[in-house]
């Protein structure tokens, strides 16, 4: 099947005056720091309702959402969405990252084997840009997955990471019930994705017999240290009320940080943990409670 999906970017900030009640309400709620910023994802998503004949108040949109997706990056943000409504339609995804160098030991984090011996073929020239590009399709699946509580990037499998066009699918599950599309826009990339109704998912449990682990204790200070050697920042500077976005502004930074907490401590996050976490003591205790 084939769906039409509409992406509106901008730079500007909605206009404060053109706010609902509910959206002022939210806007007051935040940071003086972000509201630039979700000023101008408003706008993009006001746009898109208003070209996709949609009620505009965008507070009336949670994510994911089947039709509807939103991506921001500094200063800008792009809104994608289903022309048409369909019974088929499951979710729509979209992700969008500026250029930027990224770590090639981080692919472990969102790419398969054999997704990641592609890119390994490829030219140095080549394989920073065709990294990102798939990162971005990996976080659009991710987005456009209406069952993404229980997966993590490197869930999502494509056919053919080559294809900048093409169908992916999970890995729990053979049949491709997703399609997606990426593309250059500007200094950035830009990937769409939606899914499609299909095989039903569900987690995966415990093999029978398997011998129950035996916890450990994970202090914040071990975390600490971690991510003090990553990031070469002073141990001294972090505290359980640092924020992450601090540490890390980019979702890039955020991801090797991921990785070697993962490799120090031998234990996985999923996606939506991450997104939920905002500070070095929260994630000091994500990582104590997966271990």
């Known amino acids: 099947m084939t769906v039409r999906v509409l992406a509106v970017w901008t730079r500007q900030p909605l206009v404060v005056d053109a706010l609902t009640s509910r959206e002022r309400e939210r806007l007051a709620a935040l940071p003086q720091r972000v509201r630039r910023q979700w000023l101008i994802s408003r706008h993009a998503l006001r746009l898109l309702l208003g070209v996709l004949g949609l009620p505009l108040d ?22 994608a969405g289903a022309v048409r409504d369909t019974r088929q339609l499951a979710g729509v995804g979209v992700d969008l990252e ?6 090639v030991d981080t692919t472990r984090f969102f790419l398969d084997e054999r997704e990641r011996s592609w890119l390994a073929s490829l030219p140095d020239t080549a394989r920073a840009t065709e990294q990102l590009r798939l990162w971005t399709v990996k976080e659009a699946l991710f987005k ?71 916890p450990s204790v994970i202090t914040f200070d071990e975390v600490a240290d971690r991510i003090s050697s990553t990031l ?60």
Not at 60 to 73: C, E, G, V
């Open 144 to 214: 456009a997955d209406p069952d993404n509580r229980h997966t993590v990037l490197r869930d999502y499998t494509t056919l053919d990471a080559a294809a900048h066009r093409g169908r992916a699918r999970t890995r729990q599950h053979r049949e491709a019930v997703f399609g997606y599309a990426s593309t250059r826009l500007r200094d950035a990339q830009l990937s769409i994705a939606a899914a499609f109704h299909g095989e039903t998912r569900t987690p995966q449990s415990i093999a029978p017999g398997r011998e129950t682990p035996v």
């Open 58 to 79: 965008t507070t009336r949109y949670a994510f994911p959402h089947r039709r509807l997706s939103l991506t921001h990056i500094e200063g800008a943000a792009v809104a």
């Open 232 to 291: 070469s920042i002073p141990v001294e500077k972090l505290t359980p009320q640092t924020t992450l976005r601090e540490l890390a502004a980019d979702s890039f930074l955020l991801v090797e940080m991921a990785v070697d907490l993962q490799e120090e401590f031998d234990t996985i996050f999923t996606q939506n943990e991450l997104r939920e976490i905002t500070t070095l003591g929260e994630l000091a205790g994500l990582v104590g409670a997966k271990v």
């Open 98 to 103: 500026t250029d930027r160098e990224a770590r």
